[in-house]
């Protein structure tokens, strides 16, 4: 089974910060690799497909990069509907979601 | 535009059963493998089962293995899912998800339903 392991699991961040959270694939995911958004009580929400293609719809300010094992979803100026759990997630062999992270206010 | 609605939740006895559904629309259902994916409270999401979107394909979670069956009925346009030999910890908000399958993957999760809340207790 391919194990996704994210960090930091809790980010604290203020408006306008650049924010950038890090997800690994225990193995080779090539570029299967998606990025969701959560907010409480909410189903998630996709932001990033491939990697780095931008869902429609989703604003600028979020983009993902990597491939192989190293993943970054980067959020350039944190806005206040930013604050939210975010889970990446590989879809190269079955389907296996990081644990997430929690990005809230400082 | 695209809905989906899961129905089914409830509580329930461990060892017991648990049929959910899942009815979809704004879409062409039949075009879409289908998922279910399950969130235990407090915790992330941990995906459970798919099905292909004729289907002809099953594949499930080792923890739902055995237990679980996901189906479809793409003349009605709904997803279910049973659930046998419940027991505490399938206690979890299950969503239903679509995915749009090629050649070279079964893809991501695109559209979500807003979930229905199975409590395993007794």
């Known amino acids: 089974d391919i194990q996704m392991t994210q960090s930091p699991s809790t980010l604290s961040a203020s408006v306008g910060d650049r924010v950038t959270i890090t997800c690994r694939a225990s193995?080779?995911?090539?570029?299967?690799l998606a990025w969701y958004q959560q907010k409480p009580g909410k189903a998630p929400k996709v932001l990033i497909y491939r990697a780095s293609s931008l869902e429609s719809a989703v604003p600028s300010r979020f983009s993902g990069s990597g491939s192989g094992t190293e993943f970054t979803l980067t959020i350039s100026s944190l806005q206040p509907d930013d604050f939210a759990t975010y889970y990446c997630q590989q879809y190269n062999t079955f389907w296996t979601f990081g644990q997430g992270t929690k990005v809230e206010i400082k | 535009q695209v809905q989906l609605v899961e129905s089914g939740g409830g509580v329930v006895q461990p060892g017991r059963s648990l049929r959910l559904s899942c009815a979809a629309s704004?879409?062409?259902?039949?075009?879409?493998?289908m998922h279910w994916v399950r969130q235990a409270p407090g915790t992330g999401l941990e995906w459970v089962a798919v099905?292909?979107?004729?289907?002809?394909?099953?594949y499930y979670a080792d923890s739902v293995k055995g237990r679980f069956t996901i189906s479809r009925d793409n003349s009605t346009n709904t997803l279910y899912l049973q659930m046998n030999s419940l027991r505490a910890e399938d206690t979890a908000v299950y969503y239903c998800?679509?995915?749009?399958?090629?050649?070279?993957?079964?893809?991501?999760?695109?559209?979500w339903g807003q979930g229905t809340l199975a409590t395993v207790s007794s």
């Open positions: 193995q080779s995911i090539s570029n299967w």
């Open positions: 099905i292909s979107y004729d289907g002809n394909n099953e």
């Open positions: 704004g879409f062409t259902f039949s075009d879409y493998a």
């Open positions: 998800a679509s995915s749009y399958s090629t050649s070279s993957s079964w893809g991501f999760f695109d559209y």
